[in-house]
């Protein structure tokens, strides 16, 4: 008899789990209360800045010839990103803080810097280094 009361015990919280009180047949269907949903209030959104963690230089990198004043043939070779032979790279804006792979010299935010061009189809995994325009010497300076 009494595995007979833990059943229904048991039955009774299965009921109860899977049909909330305010679905319950015994009460009639005007009397369920919709809650009104509240609105986020907007907030200022808070950031936390990670210290900016100093990337190792890669092994091998030089210019191999300035295509255009937009543009550098670069070589690139790196144990842990790759070798790339004749990489294109273009002039840009640098959108975050970093450290040029040519001379090791700082690159703020909105300096002018060359990066690897990058398309939908082919992202190179050095697409975040960048060089220094300033490191480059002019198109009609080399010769």
């Not at 009104?36 to 936390?48: D, E, F, T």
């Not at 909105?110 to 010497?137: K, Q, Y």
Request: glycine share 2%; hydrophobic share 40%; with cysteine.
């Amino acid at each position: 008899m009494a595995s007979r009361l833990d059943d229904d015990i048991v039955q009774r919280a299965l009921i109860a789990l899977l049909v909330p009180e305010s679905l319950k047949p015994d009460q009639p269907a005007t009397e369920y209360v919709r809650m009104k949903k509240l609105r986020r209030r907007k907030r200022a959104a808070i950031r936390s800045f990670e210290p900016l963690i100093a990337e190792a230089r890669p092994a091998h990198v030089s210019i191999v010839a300035q295509l255009s004043s937009q543009t550098l043939s670069v070589y690139w070779s790196d144990p842990q990103s790759g070798h790339y032979a004749d990489q294109v790279w273009r002039l840009g804006i640098a959108h975050r803080p970093s450290n040029c792979v040519l001379t090791g010299m700082p690159i703020h935010l909105g300096d002018t810097v060359f990066r690897p061009h990058a398309s939908e189809t082919r992202v190179p995994v050095n697409r975040h280094r960048m060089i220094l325009a300033a490191a480059v010497r002019p198109l009609d300076e080399v010769s």
